[in-house]
C-alpha cells in the first residue's frame, strides 16, 4: 500500500492501511450513531465476497483523525472503489484531509483499471454539503445507493415511555401479538438462517423486488459470527415462522437490515412482536439507538415503500436524510455509466444481474 504525505503550514497528512482490528472499532465505534458499514467486519464480509478491501486511516500530525473502508466491486457494468457510508471524518472541519483521502483513491482506483470512486457518507442532506462534495470535485450519482432516507428510534427512555411513543395502531399491534401467543426467537448461529430464509424467497415474491443470493446473507452473517452481535430473529405462532429478520448489533445501535413475513394468521402481527423484542434485547445490551433503514422519501402514500414506511415510524422516532452517493470519475466510459444507472428502475432484474457477477 503506497503512502500519500502531505505538508501544509507544518501539518503533515499521512493516508495508510490500518492492519489492526481493534485500532479501527475504537475509532470507528466512537461515532454515534455508529455506522455499521464502517465496521471491520463488513470488510471481512466483502473480503468473504471474493472482493479487494483496504482499511483507510487518515492522520493528520501522527494523530488518526478519520478512516475510510472502501471495496473494489468488479462488474460486468462498471468496476468501481466503494467506500460505503464512508468515509467516517469530522466533516466540519475536515476538506483537507478528505481532499487527500480523494487524491488517494483516485491514485488506487487508476491501479485497479476502476471507472469511478463513489463515496457514500452519513452526512446532512443540505445545499452546503452538496457544494462542499462538490468542491472537492465529486459529482452526485444518478441513484441511490443506501438508503438516504433512514428511521432511528433512540431506545434509551423506559419500556413504558417507548410504548406510549408508539403510533396507537402499533402499540395496539405489539399488545395483540403477545394476547395471541407469538414467540420471538434470536440466534447468533448461522444454521438458523434457515428460519428467515423460505420466508423471505415468499416476501420477494410477493414484493417483486430483486434479493441478493442466498450465499450473499450467509457470508454476511458469518463474517459478524465471531463476535457474536449479528442476530437471526423469528416470530412463531405455533410451528409456524410467520416473520423473520436479520438484525445485527454494533456500536451503540441496532440494525433492521433485512426482513421477511406472512400474513397468513389474521392480527396476530408477528413482525411487531419481533421489531419490540430486538429493541427490548438492544436496550438490555446497553445500545442507544433502533434503525430501521430504510423508509419513503416522501409521505406520499402511492410510494411504493408507504407500506413498510408506515409500519416502521409507527414506533417512534426520527428521520435522518443523508447526502446521496457521490462520485470521482476515472474514465471517459463515467458517463455511460450516469445514464445506464439512471434507468436502472426500468432495467429491474436485467440491471441488478449485470451488476452483480461477483456477488
Excluded at 69 to 79: G, N, S, V
Aim: charged share 20%; aromatic share 14%.
Amino acid at each position: 500500500m503506497n503512502t500519500v504525505h502531505f505538508n501544509r503550514s507544518m501539518s503533515k497528512t499521512l493516508i495508510k492501511q490500518i492492519d489492526d482490528k481493534q485500532t479501527w472499532e475504537n475509532f470507528v465505534q466512537e461515532k454515534s450513531p455508529s455506522v455499521f458499514l464502517q465496521s471491520w467486519n463488513w470488510g471481512q464480509f466483502q473480503k468473504n465476497l471474493g472482493r479487494k478491501v483496504w482499511y483507510l486511516g487518515i492522520y493528520d500530525n501522527a494523530q488518526l483523525v478519520g478512516v475510510c473502508l472502501c471495496h473494489l466491486i468488479p462488474t460486468r457494468l462498471r468496476t468501481h472503489i466503494y467506500a460505503s457510508n464512508g468515509p467516517l471524518v469530522e466533516w466540519s472541519h475536515s476538506g483537507h484531509e478528505v481532499r487527500e483521502l480523494i487524491s488517494f483513491l483516485k491514485h488506487l482506483g487508476k491501479k485497479q483499471s476502476a471507472h469511478f470512486i463513489r463515496i457514500d457518507p452519513l452526512i446532512e442532506d443540505t445545499k452546503e454539503n452538496t457544494s462542499m462534495l462538490r468542491s472537492l470535485g465529486l459529482r452526485k450519482a444518478a441513484t441511490n445507493v443506501q438508503a438516504e432516507n433512514r428511521w432511528i428510534l433512540d431506545i434509551t427512555p423506559d419500556e413504558g415511555t417507548l410504548l406510549k411513543n408508539m403510533r396507537k395502531n402499533t402499540r395496539y399491534a405489539v399488545r395483540r401479538s403477545e394476547k395471541e401467543g407469538v414467540i420471538v426467537h434470536s440466534s447468533t448461529d448461522p444454521l438458523d438462517f434457515e428460519k428467515f430464509w423460505p420466508l423471505f424467497l415468499n416476501t420477494v415474491s410477493a414484493q417483486k423486488f430483486v434479493p441478493h443470493s442466498k450465499s450473499y446473507y450467509e457470508k454476511q452473517i458469518t463474517a459478524f459470527r465471531e463476535d457474536g452481535n449479528y442476530h437471526i430473529y423469528w416470530a412463531t405462532l405455533g410451528e409456524r415462522v410467520l416473520a423473520s429478520a436479520l438484525i445485527p448489533f454494533y456500536g451503540d445501535s441496532a440494525y433492521y437490515l433485512h426482513a421477511a413475513s406472512s400474513d397468513e394468521v389474521r392480527n396476530a402481527f408477528p413482525a411487531h412482536a419481533l421489531i419490540w423484542q430486538a429493541i427490548r434485547d438492544a436496550k438490555a445490551r446497553g445500545l442507544r439507538y433502533f434503525d430501521f433503514w430504510g423508509i419513503a422519501p416522501t409521505d406520499n402514500p402511492s410510494h411504493p415503500w408507504a407500506g413498510f414506511t408506515f409500519f416502521k415510524t409507527g414506533f417512534g422516532g426520527f428521520r435522518q436524510d443523508v447526502v446521496r452517493a457521490h462520485d470521482a470519475p476515472l474514465s471517459p466510459l463515467y458517463s455511460l455509466v450516469q445514464a445506464l444507472e439512471a434507468t436502472r428502475r426500468i432495467w429491474g432484474r436485467s440491471y441488478f444481474n449485470l451488476i452483480n457477477r461477483n456477488r
